[in-house]
């Protein structure tokens, strides 16, 4: 399978810990993208990577998350001291370099569950 | 970020099409239409894309009004598979990449 592929699948952990997620997006697609998604909603955008340079932040990202993407391939987004506000599920998504014809492919998510 | 206006839910039968309408008044002359959809306990999936002339591919057709005010999604014989939500988000040519999801409308088929 060579899709977007995101690990854990689901993740539960008490409110005040830190909880990693991994994305792995198709191998030749050099933007990478981060959405969130509450029940009932439609994912929401917090950022994306072009390579390995982060372009754009969403106000949505606050200074309890952070994204990388070391080595342009792989990505990490990491949320510090949980909330209860933090459970959703966190999507990444992944397309080829270009304009707004692109489209994006996404994994099956992250469910976050904070106790 | 252009908006678009789709209804809630629509309902329709196995082997029937389904038209799937969204309106984006505001778009503008750089906007791509596109339409992805989100079956249960899944990410969004790419279905189709377009600018101004309507576009076929294996899994549905678009059709995009004259004034690009408007346009629907045809899934031309719908089966169980297909009931998910289905997004239609305008996306400009250059700028901003990231995907603007609305509500979407929840398409359920009846066996």
């Known amino acids: 399978d060579t899709g977007v592929s995101q690990d854990p699948r689901h993740k539960i952990t008490k409110r005040g810990q830190n909880v990693t997620f991994r994305c792995d997006p198709i191998s030749e697609h050099n933007r990478l993208y981060w959405y969130r998604q509450t029940l009932g909603q439609g994912p929401e955008f917090l950022t994306y990577?072009?390579?390995?340079?982060?372009?754009?932040k969403s106000r949505l990202l606050s200074d309890r998350f952070s994204a990388e993407r070391p080595k342009g391939s792989f990505s990490t987004l990491e949320i510090q001291r949980t909330e209860q506000g933090d459970s959703a599920m966190y999507l990444c998504?992944?397309?080829?370099f270009g304009s707004g014809n692109q489209p994006q492919h996404f994994g099956d998510g992250t469910r976050l569950s904070i106790l | 970020d252009a908006k678009t206006t789709q209804p809630n839910s629509m309902e329709s039968n196995e082997e029937e099409p389904v038209h799937l309408p969204c309106n984006h008044s505001t778009i503008s002359g750089t906007d791509y239409i596109h339409w992805y959809r989100q079956l249960p306990s899944q990410g969004p999936e790419y279905v189709i894309h377009?600018?101004?002339s309507n576009v076929n591919n294996r899994m549905a057709s678009l059709a995009i009004a004259e004034d690009r005010k408007s346009s629907t999604l045809i899934l031309h014989r719908a089966t169980l598979r297909d009931a998910a939500v289905y997004y239609c988000i305008l996306r400009p040519l250059q700028g901003a990449q990231k995907l603007v999801f609305g509500q979407g409308t929840r398409l359920t088929i009846n066996p």
């Open positions: 377009g600018l101004t």
């Open positions: 990577f072009q390579n390995e340079a982060q372009l754009e």
């Open positions: 998504a992944s397309s080829s």
